[in-house]
């Protein structure tokens, strides 16, 4: 819950009134989530025993563990969550909800085609693929009410991945792994936590889909770039670099995502000023999380 997609989520169901309990690791993160109104637990995600006995009582079970090595885990709080269902939960109950966070990186790299929530997944990059049987375990599983959201990448606050290209460029010199022409399907976090905070309100309606969490437009990779060594001040041009490792190849993939599920059966807008436009608000945020 102290995550960049936990954290604002948490925040989101705060303010629309629920009571939130957040998984963390350690008391220092404890007492910030406490600060928020958010009822701590202290607990590691790989053993999900210090909670799995509270989903007698909740509506909705919220997955927004992050990392690229994750495939065990993802199967493993999925399936004990569904054991503890069966086994803490009255017969009379209702399902509980759980709502697994993809991305839309399963939709793989294509540079012609539009692509939207329900477009059949061919080619997802490599560090991503186990992903689309994740999702399918998630929303045919016969206990829970599945919802799989896909989050477009990041950006606001403290940066997610873009924190890394705003460091460089702080550093001064924009170098980013790609090829001229690429874009980027983009989500500010803000807003992807309305999008969870709906899909926990309407489970009933929206149990057994997948969302696709993007703006409704792609932007440049190669403006953001250019834009970027101006607001940094960074010694130009940008350049780009050869991918080296597998979340690098990931970090290049161009999807033409035009999502429409969550707008037509949730009322979900995204609200948030774009990233080329506003640049210099997004790099002034990542530098002051970063304490620069």
Not at 21 to 42: M, N, V, W
Not at 52 to 66: E, Q, R, S
Not at 136 to 151: A, C, F, K, S, W
Not at 202 to 211: D, H, P, Y
């Amino acid at each position: 819950a102290s995550g960049f997609i936990g954290l604002p989520v948490a925040q989101a169901l705060i303010r629309a009134g629920h009571i939130v309990y957040g998984l963390t690791r350690s008391q220092h993160k404890a007492k910030q989530l406490a600060a928020e109104e958010i009822i701590p637990i202290i607990g590691e995600t790989s053993d999900p025993s210090t909670w799995l006995p509270m989903v007698a009582t909740l509506d909705v079970i919220i997955d927004a563990v992050g990392g690229t090595n994750i495939r065990a885990l993802s199967e493993t709080l999925l399936n004990a969550t569904a054991e503890a269902a069966r086994k803490y939960r009255p017969a009379h109950a209702p399902k509980l909800t759980y709502i697994y966070s993809s991305g839309t990186w399963v939709h793989g790299d294509d540079r012609k085609n539009i692509v939207s929530d329900t477009t059949p997944l061919t080619s997802p990059p490599e560090l991503v693929s186990w992903r689309l049987e994740q999702e399918q375990r998630v929303i045919h599983n016969d206990v829970l009410n599945g919802i799989v959201i896909r989050p477009a990448l990041l950006y606001g606050r403290s940066g997610s991945h873009l924190a890394l290209l705003f460091k460089g460029a702080y550093e001064g010199k924009v170098a980013w792994v790609g090829r001229p022409g690429g874009r980027y399907a983009l989500i500010h976090c803000d807003d992807l936590a309305d999008m969870y905070l709906l899909a926990a309100e309407k489970s009933v309606i929206a149990a057994g889909q997948i969302f696709d969490a993007a703006n409704d437009f792609t932007e440049s990779v190669d403006d953001l770039l250019q834009r970027l060594v101006v607001v940094s001040g960074a010694k130009g041009p940008f350049e780009y670099i050869e991918p080296s490792n597998l979340f690098e190849i990931a970090l290049t993939t161009t999807s033409l995502v035009r999502p429409y599920l969550a707008r037509s059966l949730l009322g979900w807008r995204p609200r948030k000023a774009g990233l080329v436009d506003h640049l210099h608000i997004y790099y002034s945020a990542w530098k002051a999380s970063a304490g620069l």
